[in-house]
């Protein structure tokens, strides 16, 4: 089964609840799909057992001794990458977007392609189970493609382990690694909080899941910071039969568990929080919540 | 006389604050009666609007072009899947079957320039728009939109950062993280400010920020939200890496629910505005001297 926890919204707790569902059941997978900022390594520290190199694409480099500035290349790149900077041909490594066209027409071959091969993905255990978690390298794209490989590494530890229960922490936004996140798991768990944001994302991210006939859940973080805005969220989801599964309230122990690299179920396992936190584990996996610790 | 400038407002980690300091600054800027435009670059999920009641002026589509395969013309000889490298076009020799997946195309026109048979033309295949607010009369809120489900937001960010014209002050609300739209969105800054706040989540991402915005040679500064959560680890790294803080602000329920309400900080307690109108002056300063 796996279970992916996205929320349109940055900052809503993603990461906090991914992290106690996590150290709820015995053993789990966990796969952090965050590629462009993974945390929760932070709090879990693996062990590191394998390490694999993540291409996430290519790089256009001029090779000046065989350039003779004769400009072809300059109208054919539509990303507006190359231009001429004091009678010399320069490629823009931020605005290269890899497509080689410029490559393969240059007349003198004087443009090769380089691998962008700074991102990597980690496996190892850690005390819930197996871990894998991607990080991209800064500026790079495709993380999509990351994503995919996490996941796919993620199955494969759940198979070898029999580890039946995978829980994929997803990015922000609703992007290309957002959907990669949730294409074809077993649940979506919008994790949103009751500000005018987050309501318009868990919208966008809706619409995402919906189009993806995805079963899907919603919890509203932090729900008494505001809640005439959680009342929005919940008539909003009532309308469109989606579940909202848990109203979690603000709480200084989520903070402090995090800054003593613990989930709060771990670091506070009687408080009111980690109670709500097991109910909701529970509707969404149907486990009785009593066999969950 | 103001030297024009333009600030990206950025963070690693999503949700520490961007959209909250890029609309207060906005606010404060347009107070004092400056020339300033907002863009809201934050593609995927745009919502510096909500905290403004803004005229739409204009709206622009922005689409890319993709292939179209003409099967009467088309040899299935294959050049074309081979000179994509997006894996967008998917080719079966032997059963000729070729088709475009028009949601891995890049718009690169490779394909265009390989097919000898004239079997692929290009029609226009929509990304997002952009939309521009008249909020008062001088100042404008540029907003990036991505439609959803398209996979990538950059040329629709690239596009709205085009919009923001001539303003003396520019002010881009970042997308999160540091991968591509993060970069070209801070690639046209001139200052860029980092949004963090004090746990390690945060100052994991905040490293990873910094280390990218190092090797792009641009000037930043750091403000720290919600500084009263968290620890002090924070404010140490900043120190040993002699990285400017620019602002401390607190946590606070009744901020949190002025924000969640989609009001503005500055407009409620005008104490705030002046510390914002320090953080901008500040900024100024630090900027001039990084340029000299």
């Known amino acids: 089964m796996e279970i992916a926890i996205i929320s349109g919204k940055g900052g809503t707790g993603k990461s906090s609840i991914s992290a106690a569902f996590a150290t709820l059941s015995q053993q789990v997978v966990l796969a952090d799909c965050d590629v462009d900022a993974a945390n929760l390594y932070i709090l879990f520290n693996p062990t590191h057992e394998e390490e694999q190199i993540f291409v996430s694409g290519q790089k256009a480099v001029i090779d000046y001794n065989k350039c003779r500035n004769c400009g072809s290349c300059l109208d054919t790149c539509r990303f507006e990458a190359i231009s001429l900077s004091d ?35 980690y496996t190892g255990s850690f005390r819930n189970g197996k871990m ?18 996490v996941r796919n590494k993620a199955k494969q530890l759940s198979k070898d382990h029999q580890l039946e229960t995978i829980i994929i922490d997803g990015p922000p936004g609703i992007g290309c690694s957002a959907i990669s996140t949730i294409t074809g798991v077993d649940h979506v768990v ?10 318009h994302d868990m919208k966008r991210a809706l619409e995402i899941t919906s189009n993806f006939k995805l079963k899907t859940w919603v919890i509203v973080n932090k729900f008494d910071l505001n809640t005439d805005l959680t009342h929005q969220i919940e008539s909003y989801c009532q309308q469109r039969n989606i579940s909202v599964v848990g109203k ?3 709480d200084r122990l989520v903070v402090d568990a995090m800054v003593n690299c613990k989930s709060v179920i771990e670091f506070a396992p009687d408080s009111e929080v980690a109670k709500m936190i097991r109910e909701s584990y529970s509707a969404i996996t149907h486990i009785d919540s009593k066999q969950i610790h | 006389m103001i030297k024009k400038i333009k600030i990206a407002i950025a963070s690693g980690k999503g949700g520490t604050g961007k959209t909250f300091v890029s609309t ?35 709206s622009t589509q922005i689409t890319q072009l993709v292939p179209v395969m003409d099967e009467s013309k088309c040899t299935f000889c294959g050049k074309c899947h081979e000179y994509c490298n997006y894996n967008a076009i998917f080719f079966l020799n032997e059963a000729k079957i070729i ?94 400010i980092l949004v963090t706040e004090p746990t390690p989540f945060g100052l994991s991402d905040l490293k990873q920020s910094v280390e990218t915005l190092k090797t792009m040679h641009k ?42 309400k989609g009001e503005l900080l500055c407009k409620h307690q005008p104490h705030w505005q002046s510390q914002f109108k320090n953080l901008f002056n500040n900024i100024k300063y630090l900027y001039g001297n990084s340029n000299n």
């Open chain 1, 132 to 149: 894998v978690y991607g990080r991209l390298s800064p500026g790079e794209e495709n993380s999509g493609k990351l994503v995919n490989m």
């Open chain 1, 87 to 121: 009678g010399e041909i320069v490629i823009s490594d931020i605005l290269c977007d890899g497509c080689k066209l410029c490559s393969r027409i240059c007349p003198f071959e004087a443009i090769n392609m380089v691998n962008e091969d700074k991102s990597k993905m």
């Open chain 2, 99 to 192: 088709k475009v997946m028009d949601e891995l195309c890049h718009g690169c026109g490779a394909c265009s320039v390989a097919c000898e048979f004239g079997a692929i033309s290009e029609k226009e295949d929509v990304l997002g728009e952009v939309n521009r607010y008249a909020v008062t009369e001088k100042t404008s809120l540029i907003e990036a939109r991505m439609k959803v489900g398209v996979y990538s937001p950059v040329s629709v960010i690239k596009a709205a950062i085009k919009e923001a014209d001539n303003a003396e002050v520019i002010l881009m609300d970042s997308p999160p993280g540091t991968s591509c739209p993060f970069i070209q969105t801070v690639a046209q800054a001139d200052y860029v």
């Open chain 2, 219 to 260: 000037p930043y500064g750091v403000i720290i939200n919600r500084a009263n959560l968290g620890n002090d680890d924070v404010y140490v790294y900043l120190n040993k890496e002699n990285i400017p803080l620019l602002l401390n602000i607190p946590f606070d329920k009744t901020i949190a629910s002025i924000y969640s």
């Open chain 1, 190 to 199: 919008i994790v949103t909080e009751p500000t005018i944001s987050g309501l």
């Open chain 1, 248 to 250: 979690f309230p603000f």
């Open chain 2, 24 to 58: 207060n600054l906005f606010y404060t800027l347009q107070q004092e009666g400056t020339d300033v435009t907002l863009v809201d670059c934050d593609a995927e999920e745009p919502n510096a609007l909500a905290f403004f009641s803004g005229e739409l002026e204009n």
